[in-house]
């Protein structure tokens, strides 16, 4: 299995709701991103986990809160969010921390908040 | 801090031409990584190469070829013969370490909007 798995595909949540994001792999890869992506942007590094602990948070606001409840497996809980928030968010692994093998990225979740 | 910059923000070709896409980066690692992705209308980011900072030997896939020089702190790709297939926002992408010194992180160029026309 060289993939990473995103799911819902779409996902439309008012500003009131509680939703989550998922990704998960099965390829070994101990380090897994999130990433934000607006329209015409490049994706833009929201979270870092290593070894199934948070590493980095690019100063993300706490309506976003990931969890990564193990090596296989990486949520994002999403709350109170606001229509600015609405973009792709993708998901990505890496074999090592020190990406010597490269990234594989997921096909998103477009995320629209109403 | 790393940095990355695709000069070019959109390309238009007819279908046939040959297409380069520019790539400066600037980084203060000895060790980093680069990369080019693809990302058609669908979304998804497609990895097309990688390339460590001490291997600048240039590479050939088909009709893709990347041109590495450190001198320049250049990564360019050619598609050569592009076809309407190609038409996608292309990305370079450079990895080296965080602020902090321990983590790797992928930085992202701007992208250069490849759109080939029959």
């Known amino acids: 299995d060289t993939e990473v798995t995103q799911t819902p595909k779409h996902l439309v949540m008012g500003m009131t709701n509680k939703k989550s994001l998922k990704c998960e792999q099965h390829?070994?890869?101990?380090?897994m991103y999130w990433y934000k992506q607006k329209a015409k942007k490049p994706p833009e590094l929201m979270f870092v986990?290593?070894?199934?602990?948070?590493?980095i948070n690019e100063s993300v606001p706490s309506r976003f809160s990931p969890e990564c409840p193990n090596s296989s497996l990486l949520n994002l809980h999403l709350h109170a969010l606001q229509p600015e928030d609405s973009a792709l968010y993708l998901c990505a692994s890496s074999s090592l921390a020190k990406n010597v093998y490269g990234y594989t990225f997921g096909s998103g979740t477009r995320l629209t908040v109403v | 801090a790393q940095k990355v910059t695709q000069a070019q923000t959109e390309i238009s070709v007819v279908e046939k031409e040959d297409v380069t896409l520019d790539c400066v980066y600037e980084t203060r690692d000895t060790t980093y990584y680069l990369f080019w992705y693809k990302q058609p209308p669908s979304g998804e980011l497609v990895f097309l190469i990688r390339r460590n900072s001490f291997d600048e030997q240039n590479e050939i896939s088909g009709r893709y070829s990347w041109n590495f020089q450190k001198s320049t702190s250049s990564f360019n790709f050619t598609i050569t013969a592009s076809q309407v297939v190609d038409s996608a926002v292309y990305f370079c992408?450079?990895?080296?370490?965080?602020?902090?010194?321990?983590?790797?992180?992928?930085?992202f160029g701007k992208g250069t909007l490849l759109t080939v026309n029959p």
């Open positions: 986990y290593s070894y199934e602990k948070l590493s």
């Open positions: 390829m070994g890869h101990r380090a």
């Open positions: 992408a450079l990895s080296g370490l965080d602020s902090g010194g321990s983590n790797y992180k992928l930085t």
